[in-house]
């Protein structure tokens, strides 16, 4: 299986990024410290975003301050991919009710108003609103996900355009 991993970090209002491999990483925690090391210590927020085979993508937040942060787009791919495995790792699973409790908390809630509050067949894992502040509420994230036909790069692509780094991920995949 081929995927595609890279490394967005934001300090004070610029963007940066790199690629990365995966391959010789265990777990959750060596992804972390890989993702610590390529983002530096000046970065407000570093995100990875891992895409696989056109079928699932993940993106794992780091905060200087904070946990780590993980969404699976589909918990299946846990089944049949080691580097969903491993990412899920600090995944929880997600429910409509989590969901539905993100959207009360939503300051931009009206918003999505016409976007479902279900969750697809290929049901996520994660923290919904790792990007929430970064202009993607968790109920468009989980729409975006559930969207029919939606490919793991054109939602990725979304999820960069509305946090500001599109421009990075496109030099990043040569674009």
Do not use: H
Request: hydrophobic share 45%; charged share 35%.
């Amino acid at each position: 299986m081929t995927y595609v991993a890279s490394t967005l970090a934001r300090v004070d209002t610029a963007w940066f990024g790199d690629d990365v491999s995966l391959e010789d990483l265990e777990d959750l925690d060596g992804v972390v410290e890989m993702v610590r090391e390529v983002i530096g210590d000046d970065a407000d927020t570093g995100l990875l975003f891992v895409e696989q085979d056109d079928e699932w993508f993940a993106v794992l937040r780091i905060d200087p301050d904070g946990d780590p942060r993980v969404f699976v787009s589909d918990a299946r791919a846990v089944d049949s991919s080691e580097i969903a495995a491993m990412l899920a790792e600090g995944a929880i699973e997600v429910s409509a009710e989590d969901v539905a409790d993100e959207v009360d908390d939503d300051d931009d809630a009206e918003d999505d108003d016409d976007e479902p509050n279900v969750l697809a067949d290929g049901d996520p894992a994660g923290d919904p609103g790792l990007l929430s502040d970064l202009g993607t509420s968790a109920p468009r994230l989980l729409a975006l996900c559930a969207e029919e036909g939606a490919l793991p790069a054109d939602i990725i692509a979304a999820l960069c355009e509305a946090a500001g780094c599109l421009d990075v991920l496109e030099k990043l995949r040569g674009e």
